[in-house]
């Protein structure tokens, strides 16, 4: 639990906006010693937050990364994957912990592509900050109890998608499938294709969550909230990639 807390303090300080505070903080600390370096740190730091925090950027920088839509339900996949991407604690309405939106929007589309395939579903998430049930057990939970899809494998002590890929193949590896969909959002689909194909995995994507836009507003050129939370999740992607490409060369 403590590395999976470093891990992602870590990474939190090199996104925005992180990054961009410990560039402005690095130039408030130099402008008496190197004020042009200061006001340079500061002035383009100010203005990349405002850049990152439109909706503009956020939607052109996701949609650069996210694959083509594919014809899920087409392919020769023996199993469905489910990835979970978090869970809500102590959610008061349900009396407890439940899955996130993020995971729900995914379970939802595998409820769709099992009815079209008749595939048995894998769902694959545990608890890196160390609370249960894990995030597989939710996934399953709902699945079966709010959409009548059952659930044959509940892969449940991963704690990131290196994980999810290693235990989800030793699991199916067991069974002799190894040709999968692979369900989760669109632009975290090349990692995680990445991480399972490097298991071992056939990865058929069945990608949801595309990043869509109704037309161009001037709200789309205002800072928003969400729009610096899209472009973070870009530079996550990126950040991540690299690093597991990194583990592969390292590995030999």
Known sequence: MLSWQLTNALVALLLPPGMLILLMAGGLALRRTRPRLATGLITGSLVALYVLSMPLTAHFLLTCWEPPPSSAGTGKAAAIVVLGGGKSHDAPEYGGDTVRGATLLRLRYAAHLQRRTGLPILVSGGSPEGSAPSEADLMRRALQNEFSVPV??????????????????????????????????????????????????????????????????????????????????FFHEIIGIVWYRLRLILRG
């Open 152 to 233: 044959r494998w509940a892969e449940d002590g991963s704690a990131n998608t290196l994980e999810n890929a290693r235990l989800s193949y030793r699991m199916l590896a067991a069974e002799n499938i190894r040709s999968v969909y692979l369900v989760t959002h669109a632009w975290h689909m090349p990692r995680a294709r990445l991480a399972f194909e490097t298991a071992g995995f056939q990865v058929i994507p069945a990608a949801t969550g595309y990043t869509t836009r109704y037309r161009l507003t001037i709200l789309d050129v205002l800072p928003s909230a969400l729009a610096l939370r899209d472009s973070a999740l």
